[in-house]
């Protein structure tokens, strides 16, 4: 028996009168419940923490993500570059026009 078993059973033999198997055999069913009480909270907190793990994320999870991430910005350079690149392309062909019409119109103002 245990300091908290022993004084429960001091305390129903001495207090409350109880004869000693009597007292035994309420300790031993509390002790019992006890023991039932604690296996269940144990599971109880190992389903829990099973369900919370499959949430959690790895190293290698992570490293994936950093990967992901990586080819993102890659392709958002590339995208950029391209799109600078047509930018250019039109504002030239736009200048272009532009001349030309400038060129038409002081052409046909001169005449």
Do not use: C, H
């Not at 019992?32 to 389903?47: M, W, Y």
């Not at 949430?55 to 080819?71: A, C, G």
């Amino acid at each position: 028996m245990i300091v908290s078993e022993i004084k429960l059973f001091e305390f129903l033999v001495n207090e409350l009168k109880l004869p000693e198997s009597k007292a035994k055999q309420y300790v031993s069913e509390i002790k019992a419940a006890e023991e039932k009480l604690q296996a269940e909270v144990r599971e109880g907190i190992s389903r829990k923490f099973e369900e919370i793990k499959g949430m959690l994320s790895t190293k290698s999870d992570i490293s994936d993500v950093r990967l992901e991430m990586e080819k993102m910005r890659t392709e958002m350079k590339e995208t950029k570059a391209e799109l600078i690149k047509w930018m250019f392309i039109f504002w030239i062909g736009t200048v272009g026009v532009l001349s030309g019409i400038m060129f038409a119109m002081l052409n046909a103002y001169l005449k």
